[in-house]
């Protein structure tokens, strides 16, 4: 659903629901000597939902965005490979097999993040905007952007009860935010366009997922002893960081340059 509020502000509304079916699984068959074979069956399915709600506006001295985005996803079993089918040969001739099904329940996929949200502002000038020094407009041919992004964490699975338990936890949840001013000067009628750029301006760390946390021992150092995540501690005192194996982005940083519009 979209609408119109303006001519230049726009509302969107729109929900998507997904019922996948026939996803393979991982089976093992035992034959009546107990000889195993592994192969593929398609048993899994999977359950996706959500909505997205964005309200843009474009055209003008001020423009933005803000959009935001609900999902749950769901399946019986969280990846192809966990929890297996079996099924066993019963006798010599080979005809009758009994199957083991593991108990059936739904969890979050790995992917799954409940909560998206991105923010944007942005602001254009015209040559001769605002006030003026001996003829040159000091904040004329600007451009302003800014861009927050919030997402919640992926599940992830830490069990120390012996439940069996899994996609039980949540990784920390993820900000990122970035602007850029960029600022055009005229000389003999060619255009230069200045520019500066800072990225990641909270310097907040996102973890690799698969290294952080879908690795058994580092996942339980998340939960246990969070406090020497990022040292590695096996070589005790001679400890060493390996925040450059564990985290995927980069710390705050600036960039600055300049480009000719012909």
Do not use: C
């Not at 089976?27 to 359950?47: H, L, P, W």
């Not at 474009?58 to 965005?65: A, Q, S």
């Not at 952007?145 to 830490?158: A, D, I, L, Q």
């Not at 009628?189 to 690799?208: H, M």
């Amino acid at each position: 659903l979209v609408q119109g509020i303006t001519e230049d502000v726009r509302l969107d509304v729109s929900a998507y629901y997904k019922d996948v079916t026939n996803l393979i699984q991982d089976a093992i068959y035992k034959d009546f000597q107990d000889v195993s074979y592994q192969t593929f069956v398609n048993r899994e399915y999977a359950d996706i939902k959500g909505f997205h709600i964005s309200f843009e506006k474009t055209g003008g001295f001020i423009n933005g965005y803000v959009r935001y985005n609900y999902e749950t996803a769901t399946a019986n079993r969280p990846n192809t490979l966990d929890a297996p089918l079996t099924f066993q040969e019963a006798g010599l001739d080979g005809a009758l097999f009994t199957e083991n099904l593991p108990a059936l329940g739904d969890v979050y996929l790995n992917f799954d993040r409940t909560h998206k949200a991105v923010f944007n502002l942005r602001f254009n000038t015209n040559e001769d905007d605002f006030f003026s020094v001996l003829g040159y407009h000091p904040f004329g041919r600007m451009k302003f952007s800014t861009t927050f992004r919030y997402m919640t964490g992926r599940p992830y699975t830490f069990d120390n009860t012996g439940q069996g338990l899994q996609f039980n936890q949540r990784t920390p949840n993820e900000k990122d935010w970035k602007m850029r001013i960029e600022k055009g000067i005229v000389i003999q009628k060619q255009q230069f366009n200045l520019y500066f750029e800072a990225f990641n301006l909270l310097n907040q760390g996102v973890f690799s997922y698969s290294r952080a946390f879908g690795d058994k021992e580092t996942a339980e150092d998340w939960n246990l002893r969070n406090d020497i995540f990022l040292t590695e501690y096996e070589n005790d005192p001679y400890n060493t960081s390996r925040g450059v194996y564990l985290v995927a982005n980069q710390p705050r940083h600036y960039r600055f340059g300049m480009y000719l519009r012909f």
